[in-house]
């Protein structure tokens, strides 16, 4: 402290240093004993930058309460929601091990990330953010092959993590231990379904790309956001923690799987083509995706296989009105507000589903055909002045007449 300093001034008040009882010197600038005083109050007052949260511990929920959680969001699946819940609660209880044992256990629990297959609309997405979302983790979600039509074949591992980083406000501490969801993985297949058609063609490089961040490896992720940042900055991530999953629809899969198993099983499945259907599709094995164009080493690294069953009318008609946020409570919530009471008689959800049911986009063609019968309720609804209760049946649904309306009078309804 008492060596002579080589910097004759504060660099903030500009005093010399003999006019100061102290000057901390460091990085080749100074400060005196007075301004640390003055600036002392001003720190306190600075808004606090929000805190990374490195977390010391993490409190891994138990599989039953993950599937509860799951079940709350999303009909039917149950096979793959138990699956995600044991797969989840152990990658989990990996990183609080490692969290807790930084210098390694005995046991070192391996990584397992997920390979989530399913037609489109049966829940892939919603099961990846609902974990998301139980676990309390930063998320991501990428469409593997837009990725590599935007950047021309050339995807960088970097940008999915860049996602991911985004969306855990630039922690790393926190990305770190995020669930990064990979769609259409299936798309980048190099064969496709054991025809002699070739599959994408940058599929098995970018498999290969994948494969790096998958197994776990340190990233440095060039971050340019002038808002945040004044400069780009380069924040490093180690991927070893963060869960991936991955998930396509596999169009033909069932095919492969039943060609492996041979006729045998099919006689005694025949009694139902639906349950034979998913009862083949649930047995998938890695030599299935290997089959359908997906590299060992990619599929190696994708241990646990959570299959999803295309959705039935009667989980079609469940999603409507089971989940959280089903779509009927959300307009029945939307006309409340508007003093409207809304009704869908059960055959008209029936309807629904059965006319969702035609167009094999499961869960996901719900939503069109609802918007389109409350068009008219919703322009209409905050023109009201009474109090009215407005009746989807299923000729409605049919189209045949529009919704039916009842205003309420005094006494009842006219
Ligand atoms: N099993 C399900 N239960 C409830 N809603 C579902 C289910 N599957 C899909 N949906 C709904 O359908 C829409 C599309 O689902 P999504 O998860 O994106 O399908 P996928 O990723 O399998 O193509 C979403 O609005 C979702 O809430
Ligand atoms: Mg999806």
Redesign the pocket.
Known sequence: MNEPSPIANCNFCGKPATEVTGLLTGNGAAICNDCVTRYQATLAQLPRVPAPRPREQFVVPRPAEIKQHLDL?????EQAKKTLAVAVHNHYKRVQQILQHPEGDDVQIEKSNILMT??????????A?TLAKVLDVPFAMVDVTMLAEEMGGQVDAEMILLRLLQNADYQPEAARHGIVYI?EIDKIAHQMAGSDITGNRYGKRLQQTLLKIIEGTVCRITVQDEERFPKPQVIRLDTSEILFIC?G?FVGLEKIIQRRLGRSTLAHTQKNAIAARDEILLRVEPEDLLQFGLIPEFVGRLPVIAT?LP?DEN?LV??LT??K???VKQYVKLLAMEGVELEFTPDALRELASQALLKET???A??GLVERIMLDVMYEAPESTNPVHVKITRPVVEGKIKPVVQHHYWGGTS
């Open positions: 969001y999303c009909v039917g699946q399913g037609p489109t609309g049966s829940g892939k997405t919603l099961l953010r769609d998930g629809a999803l959705l989980q469940a999603a089971e989940p946020n089903a779509l499961g869960a996901r719900l939503r």
